[in-house]
């Protein structure tokens, strides 16, 4: 099946700093990957939508100048968070879907980032 | 507005079955997701429905009626590994997801 992977998956860093987390499809070309975040008990929520050679699109509220996303060929995107805060401490979710296929999105197993 | 509803906490027991209900509200549809997501762990696909009626996948069934807005997961011969939130979630018509807050299910022996 298709399988998407994230590095890291946990990181802690000091407040001020900035955290690169990797979504990778290690089997498929992804023309889409998505990036979520869930917070305790709270449901996950889009960030923002990352196509291939493109910028991505960012949902209302997030800051695209702290959270910079690239996705330079079809089996990565990444995700910055920049200048990071203890308010960014959340966990990070990368899904991808097939080139062509909106019937699925396949998840990454997300990173925990813990800002101090 | 967009707008997914599901029951915060179900309580079930082993070996019986559970029903988690879902409705939905988006701006066109394009299909009922669910997924299943342990503690600490990124949410697992279960089931898909674009049309009316049920599909069932061994122990997990799953139904959708678009007319109602509405949708459920049945969980037949609980095992305790089930315990874990059930995610319902509704694509828009921009192919996006619209996300419940999640059902978490507790399996009792």
């Known amino acids: 099946g298709a399988v998407v992977s994230q590095h890291p998956s946990w990181v802690i860093c000091k407040s001020g700093t900035s955290v690169k987390i990797e979504c990778r499809s290690l089997d498929f070309q992804a023309t889409t990957m998505f990036w979520y975040r869930q917070f305790p008990k709270q449901s996950l929520m889009l960030m923002a939508t990352?196509?291939?050679?493109?910028?991505?699109?960012?949902e209302q509220g997030v800051e695209k100048d702290k959270f910079l996303i690239n996705h330079a060929s079809l089996t990565l995107s990444t995700l910055t968070v920049t200048s990071a805060h203890p308010e960014d401490s959340s966990f990070y979710i990368c899904?991808?879907?097939?080139?062509?296929?909106?019937?699925?999105?396949?998840f990454g197993p997300g990173t925990r980032l813990t800002v101090t | 507005g967009q707008n997914i509803d599901q029951p915060t906490e179900m309580t079930a027991t082993e070996g019986a079955i559970v029903q988690i209900n879902c409705t939905y509200q988006t701006s066109g549809f394009n299909g009922l997701f669910w997924y299943q997501q342990h503690a600490g762990e990124a949410p697992t696909f279960l089931s898909y429905n674009v049309l009316d009626g049920l599909e069932e996948k061994g122990r997990f069934s799953s139904f959708l009626s678009r007319s109602k807005g509405y949708s459920y997961l049945l969980l037949k011969e609980l095992q305790m590994k089930d315990s874990a939130s059930y995610l319902c979630a509704a694509m828009d018509s921009n192919y996006q997801l619209i996300w419940g807050a999640g059902t978490k299910l507790i399996i009792k022996p």
């Open positions: 990352s196509n291939e050679g493109s910028k991505a699109t960012y």
């Open positions: 899904s991808a879907s097939l080139a062509g296929e909106v019937d699925e999105q396949y």
